[in-house]
């Protein structure tokens, strides 16, 4: 005889609910279920037993969702044994039930159901149950009850489908209308309304199938009716979702022949691996569908990152011709990022050549794809220029130019004629003007600059920066009348000023204005009061305002000590970062207006001992410090610059900071530059270049084109004067042999990668270099030493291999030619 298990004890049994109850309230019901039937084994308690069939219940729902029917069905009938009827959830058991093809079991589960529930309790299984007997399993109506009214409209939808296989839409519609808005076969009607609305109305075909609901048995139907209504991309797309059997139903119902059912089932079954191969094969091999030009167009876009397709493209569609076949050897390049400026060049030379004018946009596009590839500034200033000569519209290339001239103060003279061309071109553009206003600022036409404003306000009457400049011309005018006496026309000016109401801070400006005035011509203790005052309002340190008083008394030829000694000392103060961003913002102002850097000069040194302070005690970002370097470099106050230089390159190891290091050290000017800063500069400027710090490398390529005027240096010299007249009448010279193809804009790039690898490449190194490619390396050299032009060429071959430039000459051609020792192989570089 089996003895009875040990009852827990209390405080043992307590512990145990805690943890099963602990594990349902984390959703672990597994574990739930384990300590549930522990503790049933102890005793009967109604409690655990309901919250054990909870957890039965949860836990089938789970497997249902992951398609785990059979192990769904075990575990409701578990829920079941510890629950009471009425039990929930059935309708689900009798779905699973269903889906796990047990007939016997489905039939005797089906017998059960009421008319009720069939009815109104179950509306989500009669919907699967209606769909099922219509279409695999007419067999469940005779277990069903046949008092429900699902019965009645069972009976009603058969009417429907036989009016329908009659071909009878009128006897759909009056059957359709028999259905009750509740019934069990709602989302039926809906399905059957779209397809009586094909293909005459795709557009109301869609709106009702969208109506019926993504959980309803009929909803995979409708997905399938729904891309029976598309066309195109989203037509493949949809059918894409599809299994083969789904494919070929949408395909029977749109009337798809065969050649576009393979086509739709090719791109279905690659839909996740369309390579750029598989897309051109299957456009060349299915071209009538879409048309031979789309097709053929298709394809040509393709070639750029599928080249090997060239040759099937040209059997298929037929031959590429020249500008095209370069246009595709450029784009190769440029996806092996190599220099795929010789074949662009080649497109535009054809271009040029047929004469049509609608080949010069072409051209200047070219031509700006260049400028966009090249990293050089100067040379890509030049494409943009080149460009204009084509497309002479294109305001953005005349900005580029403008901004590359505007770089340096060397360029200054050819930023005032672009300036001039553009302004032509473009006279009434906001952008354009505003940079002619700035210019006529600088040069101190304050007639030109206020002439420009009124036309920016003509344009945009609410244009802050016009009406600054002529707040500006005003007060630039109302000091020159002080300086030269003039007094009775000063009033107008200032009067005019105060018209255009710009604001307190110009209120203040005018106020610092009639100060002066009032010192120069009416009152002196009166006017430094004014002054003082206005001073004080503008400034919040004492270092601003020395040196806008400075400023303005040399402006107005008044006396500078005069005006500093009413203001508070200024000599121990550190600068905030703020108070440094305005005084650099008051030398960029009178930096235009001053008309002489000696005053501005003269006017900082009233202030020198506090800011060097600041520049050593105070702790400025950046990008600050950069700003006033910049303005100290407009002004040329080598001093301050080397100042902050100094300060700033201690922080900072960057490419512009070493070229501020050695351009203050040499006072800008590149004859006094050393070899060794040179090489340094060359170093920041690859640097730079690798940085995408375009600003610095322009800086420096302009100091060390100065730098190599003054310093004309002995080398290999350039390529054009490498290659010397022919010495026999009649004989080819064999850089014509070899590089003659070259076009110049090539050979300009050669030559310059030449020069620099001149200065780091022997012959005696270029021969280790070239070790196993060539035969016997003393015979090389040999060569060599014999005929110089023989060292020359092997150098512009590795110099368009460094460049990545495909020139179609080898090192085997450049040894045949010279009639040298060589053995076939690759060249290195």
């Given at each position: 005889m089996k003895k009875n298990p040990m009852?827990?004890?209390?405080?043992?049994?307590?512990?145990?609910?805690?943890?099963?109850?602990?594990?349902?309230?984390?959703?672990?019901?597994?574990?739930?279920?384990?300590?549930?039937?522990?503790?049933?084994?102890d005793a009967d308690n109604s409690d655990w037993r309901q919250q054990l069939a909870y957890c039965y219940l949860q836990r089938a729902s789970a497997f249902a969702a992951r398609g785990m029917y059979k192990e769904a069905l075990g575990l409701w009938e578990n829920y079941s044994q510890q629950a009471q009827p009425p039990y929930e959830k059935y309708d689900h058991y009798l779905a699973w039930l269903i889906q796990t093809g047990n007939p016997a079991k489905i039939q005797s589960a089906l017998q059960q159901l009421s008319a009720r529930q069939l009815d109104k309790d179950y509306p989500g299984l009669a919907a699967l149950l209606g769909l099922l007997i219509i279409t695999r399993h007419p067999e469940f109506q005779q277990a069903l009850p046949q008092d429900a009214d699902f019965m009645v409209h069972l009976g009603i939808v058969r009417t429907v489908l036989q009016a329908y296989q009659d071909n009878n839409p009128a006897g759909v519609e009056e059957a359709l209308k028999q259905l009750p808005y509740r019934s069990a076969f709602r989302d039926f009607r809906t399905l059957l309304k779209a397809a009586l609305t094909l293909p005459a109305s795709l557009g109301e075909a869609q709106s009702l199938l969208a109506k019926i609901p993504a959980n309803s048995p009929y909803a995979q139907t409708a997905s399938l009716l729904r891309t029976c209504t598309l066309n195109g991309r989203a037509l493949i797309q949809e059918m894409a979702r599809f299994n083969h059997q789904q494919r070929r139903l949408i395909g029977d119902i749109m009337g798809l022949d065969q050649k576009q059912s393979d086509f739709i089932e090719q791109l279905s079954r690659h839909k996740d691996r369309l390579s750029d191969k598989l897309k051109f094969n299957l456009a060349a091999q299915y071209r009538s569908l879409c048309g031979p030009e789309s097709a053929r167009r298709f394809c040509f876009a393709l070639l750029p990152r599928y080249p090997a397709g060239q040759r099937d493209f040209?059997?298929?569609?037929?031959?590429?011709?020249?500008?095209?076949?370069?246009?595709?050897?450029?784009?190769?390049?440029?996806?092996?990022?190599?220099?795929?400026?010789?074949?662009?060049r080649q497109c535009i030379r054809t271009l040029v050549r047929e004469r049509d004018p609608g080949n010069d946009l072409k051209i200047a596009l070219i031509l700006r794809h260049l400028a966009e590839q090249q990293p050089d500034p100067e040379e890509k200033n030049q494409l943009l220029i080149e460009s204009l000569q084509y497309d002479p519209d294109d305001r953005a290339s005349y900005l580029r130019i403008l901004d590359y001239y505007g770089q340096s103060p060397?360029?200054?003279?050819?930023?005032?004629?672009?300036?001039?061309?553009?302004?032509?071109?473009?006279?009434?553009?906001?952008?354009?003007?505003?940079?002619?206003?700035?210019?006529?600022?600088?040069?101190?036409?304050?007639?030109?600059?206020?002439?420009?404003?009124?036309?920016?306000?003509?344009?945009?009457?609410?244009?802050?920066?016009?009406?600054?400049?002529?707040?500006?011309?005003?007060?630039?005018?109302?000091?020159?009348?002080?300086?030269?006496?003039?007094?009775p026309a000063v009033e107008q000016e200032i009067q005019q000023a105060e018209d255009l109401k710009m604001g307190k801070s110009y209120t203040l400006?005018?106020?610092l204005m009639r100060g002066l005035?009032?010192?120069?011509?009416?009152?002196?203790?009166?006017?430094?009061?004014?002054?003082?005052?206005?001073?004080?309002?503008?400034?919040?340190?004492?270092?601003?305002m020395h040196f806008q008083a400075a400023m303005e008394a040399q402006l107005t030829n008044l006396p500078v000590a005069t005006l500093l000694r009413e203001l508070p000392p200024a000599r121990d103060y550190l600068l905030s970062g703020q108070e440094l961003?305005?005084?650099?913002?008051?030398?960029?102002?009178?930096?235009?207006?001053?008309?002489?850097?000696?005053?501005?000069?003269?006017?900082?040194d009233k202030v020198k001992a506090p800011l060097k302070k600041s520049l050593q005690q105070q702790d400025y970002d950046e990008a600050q410090l950069l700003t006033l370097c910049e303005v100290l470099d407009d002004i040329r106050h080598y001093e301050l610059l080397r100042h902050c230089v100094k300060e700033a390159q201690a922080k900072w190891q960057k490419p512009i900071w070493n070229y501020y290091l050695v351009y203050a050290g040499t006072s800008g000017c590149p004859e006094r530059c050393s070899f060794e800063q040179s090489l340094s500069l060359e170093t920041n400027r690859e640097v730079a270049r690798l940085e995408k710090d375009h600003r610095t490398m322009i800086l420096i390529d302009h100091y060390l084109a100065r730098y190599h005027e003054a310093h004309p240096s002995m080398g290999l010299g350039f390529l054009d004067s490498l290659l010397p007249p022919d010495e026999q009448p009649g004989a080819e010279d064999p850089f014509d042999r070899l590089f003659g193809h070259l076009p110049d804009e090539i050979f300009d790039k050669l030559n310059k990668k030449l020069e620099a690898l001149a200065k780091k490449t022997s012959p005696e190194r270029l021969v280790q270099e070239l070790a196993g490619v060539v035969g016997d390396d003393r015979k090389l050299m040999q060569a060599i030493m014999l005929d110089p032009d023989l060292f020359t060429a092997l150098m512009i071959v590795k110099a368009a291999g460094d460049l990545g430039i495909n020139i179609d000459v080898?090192?085997?051609?450049?040894?045949?030619?010279?009639?040298a020792d060589k053995k076939s192989g690759r060249f290195p570089f």
């Open positions: 009852p827990v004890s209390g405080s043992a049994g307590n512990n145990l609910e805690n943890q099963a109850r602990s594990q349902l309230d984390a959703g672990k019901y597994k574990e739930a279920i384990e300590l549930y039937k522990k503790l049933l084994k040209e059997k298929v569609f037929g031959p590429v011709d020249e500008f095209e076949h370069n246009r595709l050897k450029a784009l190769d390049c440029e996806q092996e990022n190599n220099d795929a400026e010789y074949y662009w060397d360029t200054a003279e050819s930023y005032k004629q672009w300036l001039d061309d553009t302004l032509a071109r473009f006279p009434l553009d906001l952008e354009v003007l505003t940079l002619a206003v700035q210019a006529a600022m600088r040069d101190n036409a304050y007639k030109k600059a206020s002439q420009y404003a009124r036309k920016i306000l003509k344009i945009d009457p609410l244009n802050t920066f016009a009406k600054q400049t002529l707040f500006a011309c005003h007060l630039a005018r109302a000091r020159k009348l002080i300086q030269g006496k003039k007094y400006q005018m106020q005035f009032c010192f120069a011509a009416q009152d002196k203790p009166q006017g430094l009061q004014l002054i003082a005052e206005a001073l004080g309002k503008l400034n919040t340190d004492p270092v601003n961003a305005r005084l650099i913002e008051r030398l960029k102002q009178y930096g235009q207006c001053a008309g002489s850097l000696e005053r501005l000069h003269k006017a900082l080898s090192v085997d051609d450049v040894l045949a030619c010279f009639d």
